[in-house]
């Protein structure tokens, strides 16, 4: 299965700008026949923007069913983060389009990162996993996946892939470098790691996006400018697979 991830800068309360690139590198990964392409955290209208409350997007927006109708020209399912507008309620969430217009799933993240989004978003209180190209997928967004227990959650539901968008930025370098690559090898599972890069308002991102195999290697690894990486993912190695959980031993 090949999957594709876009890394660029926030597009900064435009949502034409985010959806023209969004469509744009659609486009491109349904060219070389990707399965799902990953978006970074709040994509639409940014991470980190001032007036994200009044900008929130019902699941029923014009602008998602605009995205929809572009992955299903473009063939390739799309992963995106969104601020999610439920009723009075605001949600830090990532949407999961097929590669026939339909959503596969909506997730919301469940780890808020800091007093920033604990004030804005209402934390989600669920896994979502869905079946995609002959794999199970689960989402998860940023500050999520550092979270060992998360990870052998959806590993013990079949999980073999989890698309994450994020949003991860300076001083934290460990993270892309360390964390991503330690999860996947320690539970078995690719990850999809799309983040920003540049600066936008006090943040600069520190990019490192990334498309990691189930044993932990790094097939596709971007710096810190706007890139599209593309890897196809390797069939999982039972004698390379992580025994962990089933070796845990209680104290």
């Given at each position: ?210 498309i990691t195999g189930p044993h932990g ?35």
């Amino acid at each position: 299965m090949r999957i594709a991830v876009w890394q660029g800068p926030s597009p900064a309360s435009d949502l034409e700008t985010g959806l023209s690139q969004a469509t744009a590198a659609l486009a491109a990964a349904g060219r070389v026949n990707a399965s799902v392409l990953v978006l970074p955290e709040i994509w639409l209208p940014g991470y980190n923007q001032p007036d994200i409350p009044s900008r929130g997007l019902a699941a029923d927006a014009p602008e998602l069913a605009r995205l929809a109708a572009a992955a299903r020209d473009a063939g390739c399912a799309l992963a995106i983060g969104y601020a999610e507008r439920d009723g009075e309620a605001l949600y830090n969430s990532a949407l999961c389009i097929g590669p026939d217009g339909t959503i596969l799933a909506n997730y919301r993240k469940i780890q808020l990162y800091g007093p920033r989004e604990q004030a804005l978003y209402t934390p989600g209180t669920g896994y979502v996993t869905f079946d995609l190209a002959g794999h199970t997928f689960a989402l998860l967004i940023c500050y999520d996946i550092e979270f060992a227990p998360h990870i052998n959650a959806l590993a013990a539901q079949g999980v073999s892939v989890i698309l994450c968008p994020t949003a991860n930025m300076h001083p934290f370098t460990h993270v892309p470098r360390v964390t991503v690559p330690a999860m996947a090898a320690n539970h078995g599972i690719a990850i999809a790691y799309a983040n920003y890069c540049g600066s936008e308002g006090d943040l600069t991102y520190t990019g490192g996006s990334q498309i990691t195999g189930p044993h932990g290697e790094t097939l596709a690894l971007a710096g810190e400018h706007p890139a599209l990486l593309i890897a196809d993912l390797p069939p999982r190695d039972p004698a390379r697979l992580s025994t962990q959980s089933a070796d845990f031993r209680t104290m």
